[in-house]
């Protein structure tokens, strides 16, 4: 199969590594918005994205790689509307939109399309219909971290005074014990996580107006126990220059006629690079499009609708004789 990259940043690279090691997969090209001379891969060609509608009939499966704030609203289904498309859209929130619209473009033009491919939304997601499938009287915890968020940060750099800073979201170990032990607490959305902040701040700044304004930063870290330390750009490159992330999602329950039972599923992951990791993740998923358009379905899917044996290079057999 054949696939593009549309944008790329680091998802975008993470997506041409991932690609380059499946057997069955064939990188088309990179197609970027900045001046394609600028633009080194990994042997990937770069292409202006003016130039991707030239390319419709040599790409199998456009892989999105923008953000969720401000591209894949607009461009997945702009461009559903044209290709084939998988993307990573990851505002919980507002993907029942998101579905709505792409899946009216994909039906329109004939094409499929997988929005919200990655690990949460996506293998989070599958491990929480898992379990509450099979336990229907269970509860479920999703921690996230310890972690680089690359929103958080980035709000903390747009403080006045700021130069650079890294934000870790970390779950809070007591929070954790609780539920792995089956005690089914009601946790606040503090007693579940802290936020801890590296912060390189402009010779001269205010810091204790820069760590007052990160504590008390409306839908970012009033809600949380947050730690702040100013460190030197040095440091900030040496220990803070990785992307790490992972967290867990843990459902609790019970069995037999009085529940007297109980049941912990836990599904954890442990990411030294949150975007390849992302991006593996939607390789994986675009082999499964792929195959699901050559049995002629069309239309908008999520996680929820792939057969897991569409996700693998090998055939049913193989899959049988080695994971079953």
Same mark, same amino acid.
């Given at each position: 199969m054949k696939i593009a990259i549309y944008g790329y940043g680091n998802l975008g690279k993470g997506v041409e590594c991932a690609a380059a090691k499946a057997p069955d997969m064939e990188i088309v090209g990179v197609f970027t918005r900045r001046d394609p001379a600028t633009v080194k891969t990994y042997g990937a060609p770069v292409y202006s994205a003016d130039e991707l509608m030239n390319f419709k009939k040599e790409i199998n499966v456009l892989v999105l790689c923008g953000g969720s704030a401000t591209d894949l609203p607009e461009q997945t289904p702009e461009l559903a509307k044209h290709f084939n498309v998988i993307d990573s859209f990851d505002t919980h929130a507002k993907i029942p939109e998101h579905f709505n619209a792409v899946n009216d473009a994909a039906n329109y033009s004939g094409h499929i399309a997988l929005i919200s491919a990655g690990?949460?939304?996506?293998?989070? +997601?599958?491990?929480?219909?898992? *379990? =509450?499938? &099979?336990?229907?009287?269970?509860?479920?915890?999703?921690?996230?971290?310890?972690?680089?968020?690359q929103g958080h940060?980035?709000?903390?750099?747009?403080?006045?005074g700021v130069l650079d800073a890294r934000q870790y979201t970390v779950p809070v170990d007591e929070a954790l014990e609780q539920v792995?032990?089956?005690?089914?607490?009601?946790?606040?959305?503090?007693?579940?996580?802290?936020?801890?902040?590296?912060?390189v701040a402009k010779e001269g700044a205010d810091l204790a107006r820069i760590e007052n304004e990160i504590k008390t930063m409306p839908n970012y870290f009033a809600d949380y126990d947050t730690t702040v330390t100013?460190?030197?750009?040095?440091?900030?490159?040496a220990n803070h220059s990785g992307l790490p992330h992972g967290?867990?999602?843990?459902?609790?329950?019970?069995?037999?006629?009085?529940?007297?039972?109980?049941?912990?599923?836990?599904?954890?992951?442990?990411?030294? +690079?949150?975007?390849?990791?992302? *991006? =593996?993740? &939607?390789?994986?998923?675009?082999?499964?499009?792929?195959?699901?358009r050559r049995r002629q379905m069309t239309g908008c899917k999520t996680v929820f609708d792939i057969a897991p044996a569409d996700l693998s290079p090998l055939s049913a057999e193989e899959l049988r004789a080695k994971m079953l």
């Open positions: 690990w949460d939304p996506g293998m989070f +997601s599958l491990n929480r219909l898992y *379990a =509450s499938a &099979i336990l229907p009287e269970g509860k479920d915890y999703t921690f996230w971290g310890r972690g680089v968020s940060s980035d709000a903390i750099r747009r403080i006045e792995r032990n089956g005690k089914n607490p009601d946790l606040s959305t503090r007693e579940k996580h802290r936020r801890e902040c590296f912060v100013f460190i030197s750009k040095e440091e900030l490159q967290g867990s999602v843990i459902f609790t329950g019970a069995t037999g006629q009085n529940n007297e039972h109980k049941h912990v599923i836990e599904y954890k992951l442990q990411l030294d +690079s949150n975007p390849e990791f992302t *991006a =593996s993740v &939607i390789v994986a998923y675009a082999r499964a499009l792929y195959k699901m």
